[in-house]
């Protein structure tokens, strides 16, 4: 290394290559003829360097030395007194820089980096690889997991909904039947009346065929008393299947059916069948207005069923008064988009508290009551779009129960 700074000196050389701090141990007036290129700041390291720092001046033992010679030179250098400079011998570095210095060059123990085999390229790239893998194998487990869960869930909620669709069909079946309970409770609370009706026909019949058999004992049996005879008991044996018809096709149970029909007519449908049911007959108005321009997607059976209870609350509401004043209006009309039907009686009304309470369940204002009607026409309703509301007339006595359906033109 003197003679590379010589050569410096001299010029024969424009830049060489010594060991850090061998500057600094020349003297002044010859440190003046170099200076360091590219110099670099090292922390707490006293000389100028333009390199990384590497460990130097390495002792080691050859294989012949034997071990008690190593250990006594060793504790002989480490006793030593350090020099001016501040330099002294200690344990061996870290030499972690070499190493990267050589696999940055690809030399010494890493020469085989400059082989572009598949070895050589595993061996250089492995941690990478290494890491490359385990976020592959993190990914597989992952998307596994994934699947298992989305199988899991799938499966949970296609049991839910199938345990769903089970009860909505319960459900259905059983609103079916309470709606087929509640027509025959109808029938049931009107039986009376309409067996009296039923007799009249029936006492009709009789009677004609009665006195056909007199004509015919005494001899006075002609064909204009026989047509006369027959053209009644017909009349009168299809006024009765007529009740008889409609009372079963009302009471009949069968599946929920939807139809396009026009408002007034299931309304008068279900006032016929109404009177037809009793011996004496409330009058009933119906004012159907423009509604009957337009139609309603619904059950007509389920429709009846509310107008029929409607009309049967309102009856006995008016128990109280005289026959000859019995009577319930029925107004049509269009709100919007929707059709209402309101069923008015002239009976004794509700109190503001009773008419909130009107629509739930088990609530009645009958001493012999369930308190289902009412609850079961605002669920058929409500199954139709429309709302069941009660309120209390404009003017004189009574009740105003009125629902709405959605109309089409």
């Known amino acids: 290394m003197s003679k590379l700074t010589q050569a410096v000196a001299a010029g024969r050389a424009d830049a060489g290559i010594v060991r850090a701090c061998l500057i600094e ?41 034997p071990p008690a010679l190593a250990k006594s030179v060793a504790t002989a250098l480490l006793v030593m007194a350090p020099t001016a400079e501040g330099l002294s011998w200690t344990v061996p570095a870290d030499y972690q820089s070499v190493h990267d210095l050589f696999r940055e060059l690809r030399t010494g123990p890493y020469s085989y980096l400059q082989e572009s085999t598949l070895r050589a390229t595993a061996l250089r790239y492995w941690p990478a690889g290494l890491v490359l893998a385990t976020l592959l194998l993190a990914w597989v487990v992952y998307t596994v997991r994934v699947d298992h869960l989305v199988q899991s869930r799938t499966a949970e909620l296609r049991r839910a909904l199938d345990e769903r669709q089970a009860i909505e069909r319960r459900m259905l ?40 058999v007199l004509r015919v004992d005494n001899g006075r049996l002609t064909d204009a008393a026989v047509r006369e005879a027959s053209t009644e008991i017909a009349g009168q044996a299809e006024r009765a299947a007529g009740i008889l018809g409609r009372i079963r096709s009302f009471a009949r149970k069968r599946a929920t059916l939807r139809e396009r029909r026009v408002l007034p007519d299931l309304v008068r449908e279900a006032v016929t069948l109404f009177l ?122 009574g009740l105003v129960i009125s629902f709405t359906l959605p109309c089409h033109a």
């Open 25 to 65: 141990s020349l003297a002044p007036q010859v440190q003046s003829k170099f200076r360091v290129l590219s110099p670099r700041v090292e922390p707490d390291f006293p000389c100028q360097t333009s390199t990384r720092l590497y460990p130097d001046w390495l002792i080691a033992t050859l294989r012949s030395t």
């Open 276 to 397: 037809g049911m009793l011996s004496s007959r409330p009058k009933i108005e119906v004012e159907e207005g423009t509604t009957a321009k337009y139609v309603v997607d619904v059950d007509p059976l389920q429709i009846q069923q509310v107008v029929l209870n409607l009309l049967k609350n309102g009856l006995d509401a008016m128990q109280h008064l005289p026959e000859t004043e019995r009577r319930m209006d029925i107004v049509l009309d269009q709100v919007g988009h929707v059709l209402r039907v309101a069923v008015r009686d002239f009976g004794h009304g509700l109190t503001p508290e009773a008419r909130q309470q009107l629509f739930e369940p088990f609530f009645t204002t009958k001493p012999d009551g369930l308190g289902l009607g009412l609850s079961i026409c605002t669920t058929i309703v409500e199954a139709h779009g429309g709302r069941l509301s009660a309120q209390a007339p404009s003017d004189g006595p």
């Open 173 to 212: 079946m059983h609103q079916e039947q309470l709606e087929h309970l509640s027509r025959l409770s109808i029938l049931g609370e009107l039986s009376g009346t309409l067996a009296h009706e039923l007799n009249q026909p029936l006492a009709s019949i009789g009677n004609y065929a009665q006195s056909l």
